[in-house]
């Protein structure tokens, strides 16, 4: 999986271009910065990414997208903007600007909506000649058609649909009829899961009876448990019933039987949790067995790993 969209540069807030644009009596609703990628829905519910985010998500310097912005209403078209409102208008879209200038708390702001930006960035893949961009090209993969719409809203909580607003619904029920089902003295590694799963419906991954991380966790520390004879010098681990909610299919054989460890384990399973499952790949691969059986979007997983895997020095 391409990791090409963790660069995106910061939004700032100083103006990038230098031609007056026209200005629509709109608001920022709510606004965002995600691994330095900066993202906000505007009032009437247009997702947007900032001029500087835009350009390193193509690859190109900001000052290219400045000019795109510049030369949008130039009598004489030029070459690149003929094929840039070539795509839009394939979708049936004719912005007057490529952008959206957007006054908010006191700081004038360039908006170009997730249309636009796909288009800009198709543009740098296919159609740039010489100037193609192989970092666009990555990107545009993983955002091509709705993600990068959806990822921008799920990034600042924004719900057009209503939809999300339950997209916690499912991993609560299994708090619900687990938080205490552990006997003293031990842990389980759902509860220690927890910032995980935060994490993956945060950034839009839809948690249910089709994507349970703890069970991946589960299995492989209690493989590395094994390897480590960790009952030696932990103390003998125990099981304990875990139980599913009744919209997951695995409900159906409550309670099922897991295993606790010994609470002296526990900062051994968080160094492990990190240093191993995290960092180690095991997550990743986690994510891209979902993406390539159609349970999780490319964007998604892309966005959790950034979120929870540090990049490592050099990379």
């Known amino acids: 999986m391409p990791n090409k969209i963790n660069i995106l540069a910061p939004k700032t807030g100083s103006k990038e271009i230098s031609l007056s644009q026209p200005k629509l009596d709109l608001g920022i609703e709510k606004d965002?910065?995600?691994?330095?990628?900066?993202?906000?829905?505007?009032?009437?519910?247009?997702?947007?990414?900032?001029?500087?985010?835009?350009?390193?998500?193509?690859g190109v310097q900001n000052a290219h997208i400045g000019t795109i912005s510049s030369q949008w209403s130039e009598a004489e078209q030029k070459p690149r903007i003929k094929s840039i409102k070539s795509i839009l208008e394939k979708i049936g879209l004719t912005p007057?600007?490529?952008?959206?200038?957007?006054?908010?708390?006191?700081?004038?702001?360039?908006?170009?909506?997730?249309?636009?930006?796909?288009?800009?960035?198709?543009?740098?893949?296919?159609?740039?000649?010489?100037n193609c961009q192989p970092q666009a090209r990555d990107n545009y993969r993983i955002l091509a058609g709705s993600k990068l719409r959806e990822m921008i809203y799920s990034q600042v909580g924004y719900d057009p649909s209503g939809k999300h607003g339950k997209r916690f619904d499912k991993w609560h029920e299994r708090i619900g009829l687990n938080y205490q089902s552990a006997p003293k003295g031990f842990f389980h590694v759902f509860n220690e899961a927890h910032?995980?799963?935060?994490?993956?419906?945060?950034?839009?991954?839809e948690i249910g009876e089709k994507t349970v991380v703890d069970i991946s966790i589960g299995q492989h520390w209690s493989k590395h448990w094994d390897e480590k004879g960790f009952d030696k010098i932990y103390g003998a681990r125990a099981k304990y019933p875990h139980r599913y909610p009744e919209s997951h299919p695995q409900s159906k054989s409550n309670p099922q039987e897991s295993w606790c460890y010994p609470l002296a384990s526990l900062g051994e399973y968080r160094q492990w949790i990190q240093n191993i499952y995290l960092e180690g790949g095991k997550f990743s691969a986690?994510?891209?067995?979902?993406?390539?059986?159609?349970?999780?979007?490319?964007?998604?997983?892309?966005?959790?790993?950034?979120?929870?895997?540090p990049a490592q020095i050099g990379n």
Request: hydrophobic fraction near 45%.
């Open 195 to 205: 910032t995980i799963i935060y994490e993956l419906i945060m950034a839009g991954a």
């Open 96 to 130: 007057a600007s490529a952008h959206i200038e957007v006054v908010h708390a006191g700081t004038t702001h360039f908006c170009y909506p997730a249309e636009v930006c796909l288009a800009i960035l198709e543009y740098y893949s296919f159609d740039a000649g010489t």
């Open 286 to 309: 986690y994510l891209k067995g979902k993406v390539h059986s159609g349970h999780l979007p490319p964007s998604v997983a892309q966005l959790a790993i950034a979120t929870l895997v």
């Open 32 to 58: 965002t910065d995600v691994g330095g990628i900066g993202m906000g829905v505007l009032s009437d519910g247009t997702p947007y990414l900032n001029q500087r985010g835009l350009a390193a998500l193509c």
